[in-house]
């Protein structure tokens, strides 16, 4: 197990380019079954949760070529359906497996999906949507097995716009009899990515972004070359630790409509921030203040994958910011980490209200979950001293080289073996 030793206090400074978005290329990695031709995706992130899904890959029988920072994923010899708890267990996208495989064999066994511990996560969305296409569920022992003759398209109604669901019943529609409608879909930037991609292999999906999404079935597809946006979250986590500890940073690779909502936050936090394509500059002098409100929202809403990193920039600001989580029950098992470095939070339920301290102190913490990791980083980067940040598997699951890239900007952090 590693750990992060950092000595706090740093201005950050310089640029950093972020890696393909983790949540793009993990259902883009789903989809490559739908096709037995090869499917290359550029720019793959090295990080935990792509090789767990490139393990799910192989184990269903395709052949995986990487090559610098892509993959090539041949599925053609791809035979077995069952995917088996020890992959599913550490990766909650596991289940997008199940719209893929369901397309590609018209069965599929799985057990629950595993993840972040930060709130219930049912599937109950997308086992109700691959229903109204026709297929049999059955729930045994901890596994999942459908069955589906064929698949048929279908109206859908989602009761919340989830993400995965979303994901998931494009993947089972996309060979469906006739056209799918998905109602209250989620508008998030990597459901419209994922849109792009199945497109380009010959599919026929339109809407995506809109909350309306339709598929019309087709017969074949085919396979495709394809580079995934930038990861929107990765670009949001390092703005904001410069936010924080003061500085200037420049972000390339994340297009500002898709971080818009937390650049109005950093903005009425008192942050300079000019945009151009997909570059981001945020100036900052570290004495920022707060703003009154922040509630987590599903797109085009303040992201709750920032929401962990965005209450360690809240610690220090001038002045008590409510934060309102409506996306996950138990969001905030990193807060008490934060108060072992002199943070200030009350939490009740999915509230928490942060009163800013003068400074924080430097402290070992560990890391809970991926996010909270990432923000206990960020508040070790403020803290005066030392600190230490343990089990970094967390971190792992969705940053890549993230000591590597703090420290080309100024931060003091390295990782060592424990
Ligand atoms: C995706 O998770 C992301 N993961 C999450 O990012 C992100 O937090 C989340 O969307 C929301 O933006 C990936 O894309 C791989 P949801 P997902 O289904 O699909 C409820 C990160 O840190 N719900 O939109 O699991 C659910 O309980 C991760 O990168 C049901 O009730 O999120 C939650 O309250 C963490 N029934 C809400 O919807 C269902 O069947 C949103 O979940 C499905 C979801």
Redesign the pocket.
Known sequence: MDKYIVNGGEKLSGKVRVHSA??TV??LLAASVLTDEPVTIRQIPPIN?VENMLRILAELGCVITRQRDSAVIDSSNAASHEIPARLTKEL??SVFMLGSVLTRFHRAKISYPG??D??????????SGLQRLGVEIVEKDGYIECEAGKLKGADILL???????T?NIMLAAIKAEGMTVIRNA?K?P?IVDLQRFLNAMGAKVRGAGGGTIAVEGVKRLHGVDYTPIGDR?EAGTYLIATASCGGEIEVEGVFTENIAALLHKLRENGCKIHTKNDRIVLWSDGRLKSVNLVETM??PGF???MQSQYVALCCTAKGSTLVVEN???TRYRYVAELKRMGADITVRGRSALVRGVEKLHGASVTASD??GGAALVIATLKAEGQSSVMDLSYIDR?YADFEGKLRAIGAKIKRVRV
């Open positions: 983790k949540n993990l259902p949760d909650r996208s993840g972040c930060i709130g219930l996560r049912p599937i109950d969305l997308h086992l009761d919340f716009p989830s993400v995965g669901a994901e989620a998030e990597e979250i599903p797109f992201p709750t994958d996306l996950f029950e991926l996010r969705g």
